[in-house]
């Protein structure tokens, strides 16, 4: 499932493609019609993400709420902006994209960022006309023979505008809303820290935490706790913090929950600059390449059941909590 970090990315590439611009919608599929026929024609004028929603405005106060859950994604087409996190998923942006960026150099203090806070395996400056496919099996092409293309598969909406085409496939939740509607759905999520970063959403953090008695591996999944953590967030965080994930939220000292909101709006700001989920920190150059294009060496536990802690040497285990899979360390989170 997307977590926080993919969603962010996603908006930025409709800020920089789609805000501003008049565009077409439809829904080849058919499930989308009526709210696409409400779209059409209207200039988007904002996007935005909180946890894992992402919020498109459009003129005429109407706003895209998208929620891409277990197997929605993007794929963009025509003359789009190249950056990191599109390169590495073959345009399908969405994925956890757990399969790696390659980045030419081996420093970390060489990834450059433009200032929209991208980092870019090409040149950010120049969009190129490309098809970026949908699945994983498929490479990306050398270009377009007509724009737009053709849709593939169950394109529940399509946005089109002169130069880019977006496909929005599998989403959870796809549905137009007003401005009181869009304020209703936020109202109820956590504070994200990209977009709550100051005093009053870590203390909203800590007081929701401090007072129930769900454990604190749950409680970092539940959204409307804190937004856009995941499954690979919630064990990499809770590694960090040393904590035991089966801890109720009322037993965490109130200083190790104010950690673990400062930790995570650190790898959440890490996550959207480089399309990654890294959770190591003070790498190496060489380390932070190989991290960088791996999973297997860019986290602490997440998919390391059976392996030797990296800290302890004790076999990481993996559980069931919350209908997902928890990866923890039994000794360093005793």
């Not at 277990?70 to 996190?85: N, V």
């Amino acid at each position: 499932m997307p977590e926080g970090h993919s969603v962010h990315r996603i908006t930025r590439q409709f800020e920089r493609n789609f805000v501003g611009h008049v565009v077409h919608a439809s829904s080849p599929q058919g499930r989308f019609a009526e709210g696409a026929a409400d779209l059409d024609g209207r200039r988007m004028t904002d996007a935005r993400a909180v946890g894992k929603q992402m919020f498109l405005g459009f003129e005429g106060d109407r706003w895209l709420r998208v929620h891409l859950g277990m197997y929605g994604a993007w794929d963009f087409a025509g003359d789009i902006l190249m950056d990191a996190t599109i390169a590495a998923a073959n345009g399908r942006m969405g994925q956890t994209n757990q399969r790696g960026t390659f980045l030419e150099s081996p420093n970390p203090d060489a990834v450059v960022l433009d200032a929209a806070g991208e980092n870019s395996i090409t040149s950010i400056g120049a969009p190129r006309r490309t098809r970026l496919r949908m699945s994983e099996s498929e490479k990306e092409g050398d270009g377009l023979d007509t724009f737009p293309p053709e849709p593939i598969g169950q394109v529940r909406v399509r946005l089109l505008t002169d130069t880019v085409c977006a496909d929005l496939r599998g989403p959870t939740a796809c549905e137009v809303l007003d401005p009181a509607q869009v304020e209703q759905v936020v109202a109820k999520l956590g504070p994200d820290p990209l977009i709550d970063s100051g005093q009053a959403a870590e203390d909203r953090f800590a007081a929701s935490v401090t007072r129930k008695p769900t454990p604190i591996g749950l409680l970092l999944m539940d959204q409307n706790v804190v937004a856009g953590i995941g499954n690979v967030y919630r064990a990499e965080l809770l590694f960090r913090a040393r904590q035991n994930p089966h801890t109720p939220g009322r037993q965490v000292p109130e200083e190790h929950v104010r950690h673990l909101w400062r930790d995570w709006a650190k790898l959440l700001r890490i996550g959207v600059e480089t399309g990654q989920m890294m959770t190591m920190d003070d790498l190496d150059p060489e380390a932070f390449r190989a991290a960088m294009a791996n999973r297997a060496d860019r986290h602490w536990v997440y998919k390391r059941e059976g392996l030797p802690c990296r800290v302890c040497g004790t076999n990481i285990v993996v559980e069931e909590m919350g209908a997902r899979k928890l990866y923890w360390c039994p000794y360093c989170q005793a």
